[in-house]
């Protein structure tokens, strides 16, 4: 079993023994979650640490796209309860990368990707600086806010 994964079992029984209702809520939808990932597909299989965060950013933006269509629904005490799931399902996720550092981190894979190619990249090669920049980014950004930092660099 994961790491991830054991740490989120125990600490829900934690938060079951401390009457904490909110986390309990939310470790089990997480538990769920992996569980339902582990059996989807045509065979049965244990989720590796990287697998189960990326069912937790699925499930942290799930709870910010919520709390947003609460929050322009006028219903801003859902839109909190949203916010504060996300919060916790965040805890076992890592740091996010401020803005100076992704651009640092896109600026390095246009290199990278203009040394490959011997010329400066352009929008045709996107893909390919996109792919270095996630292999340095590893989850600590969300897939559009890495798109950004490349189409900015690329002059896009």
């Given at each position: 079993?994961?790491?991830?994964?054991?740490?989120?079992?125990?600490?829900?029984?934690?938060?079951?023994?401390?009457?904490?209702?909110?986390?309990?809520?939310?470790?089990?939808?997480?538990?769920?979650?992996?569980?339902?990932?582990?059996?989807?597909?045509?065979?049965?299989?244990?989720?590796?640490?990287?697998?189960?965060?990326?069912?937790?950013?699925?499930?942290?933006?799930k709870r910010d796209?919520?709390?947003?269509?609460?929050?322009?629904?006028?219903?801003?005490?859902?839109?909190?309860?949203?916010?504060?799931?996300?919060?916790?399902?965040?805890e076992y996720l890592?740091?996010?990368?401020?803005?100076?550092e992704l651009a640092?981190?896109?600026?390095?894979?246009?290199?990278?990707?203009?040394?490959?190619?011997?010329?400066?990249?352009?929008?045709?090669?996107?893909?390919?600086?996109?792919?270095?920049?996630?292999?340095?980014?590893?989850?600590?950004?969300?897939?559009?806010?890495?798109?950004?930092?490349?189409?900015?660099?690329?002059?896009?």
């Amino acid at each position: 079993m994961s790491e991830l994964k054991e740490r989120l079992r125990s600490e829900l029984t934690a938060a079951i023994k401390q009457r904490e209702t909110t986390r309990t809520g939310v470790l089990r939808m997480a538990l769920s979650a992996i569980g339902s990932e582990e059996v989807s597909g045509k065979e049965a299989r244990e989720l590796s640490d990287e697998e189960v965060r990326a069912v937790l950013s699925k499930e942290v933006k799930k709870r910010d796209e919520s709390a947003a269509a609460f929050d322009s629904a006028d219903r801003p005490d859902q839109a909190a309860s949203e916010r504060a799931e996300g919060e916790i399902l965040r805890e076992y996720l890592p740091t996010q990368l401020d803005d100076a550092e992704l651009a640092r981190i896109a600026r390095e894979a246009v290199s990278e990707v203009a040394e490959e190619l011997g010329d400066t990249p352009g929008p045709k090669q996107m893909g390919q600086v996109m792919k270095a920049a996630n292999t340095k980014v590893e989850g600590r950004a969300e897939g559009g806010r890495v798109a950004a930092a490349v189409k900015a660099e690329l002059g896009i």
